[in-house]
């Protein structure tokens, strides 16, 4: 009968730790032995990024800190609507810097970004199609001088093809630009430490190494798209729905 007990009760504690949905995750830096908040980010019940705000320092010229917000909404799952803006502490504002819209294409699967600057220029209209094990995203942009109206004959056009494994990994990613005389390519080999990044590029290679976080393990285990350092001048406080 105890043993019986037990079981029950270590099934019930791996419903309750495996069940449990992450709401928030603050990032903290260890500065001369002071935890300094440097960046919160907020997931839906779903796991979607709904609120990130990047804590700035002081502006010594304006007499505030300044932090960085993006805000993501939903609908039926899909992105509907993002911005992004600057928040001057001491004032109480927040001042927007740019917004895209979304729409998506059920017949097409197609996802289209539209990136606006904060007067209401376009910036870039990126399309995103998602298929088996590849995500195709072509992008026009007017970068350097926003538009009112898209004039495709002068936007500049990137195209950008990621490769994902049976773990939905990217394993492969090839970036063709306008400025680029060869395609930017990019490999990951994956460890159980962490993954290593090959960049391939105008004749040139370069290689990093990750290491895995526990913060990051448990991002990837609950199939969040966010990333976190492994540094050990991180520190990290997640809250749970």
Request: charged residues 30%.
């Amino acid at each position: 009968m105890l043993k019986k007990l037990i079981s029950i009760s270590v099934f019930l504690l791996t419903m309750v730790t495996f069940g449990q949905k992450i709401k928030t995750i603050t990032e903290l830096k260890n500065e001369n032995d002071t935890l300094i908040k440097v960046r919160e980010t907020t997931f839906d019940n779903s796991g979607n990024l709904i609120k990130e705000i990047t804590f700035g320092g002081f502006d010594a010229v304006l007499k505030t800190n300044r932090n960085y917000n993006q805000f993501v909404e939903y609908k039926n799952g899909q992105r509907t609507f993002e911005y992004n803006c600057e928040d001057f502490v001491s004032k109480d504002t927040c001042v927007v810097r740019s917004f895209s819209t979304y729409k998506f294409n059920p017949k097409t699967k197609i996802e289209t970004e539209t990136k606006y600057e904060s007067d209401s220029l376009i910036r870039f209209i990126r399309e995103i199609k998602q298929e088996k094990n590849i995500t195709i995203s072509k992008t026009n942009s007017w970068e350097f001088s926003p538009v009112k109206v898209p004039n495709y004959e002068t936007a500049a056009v990137s195209t950008d093809t990621a490769y994902f494994d049976k773990k939905n990994r990217i394993i492969k990613r090839v970036n063709s630009d306008d400025s680029f005389k060869n395609p930017l390519v990019e490999k990951y080999k994956y460890s159980k430490k962490g993954y290593s990044c090959q960049i391939i590029g105008d004749n040139k290679i370069k290689t990093f190494n990750i290491i895995y976080s526990k913060t990051q393990k448990l991002i990837d285990k609950n199939n969040l798209n966010s990333h976190y350092k492994s540094s050990a001048i991180y520190k990290y406080e997640i809250e749970y729905y």
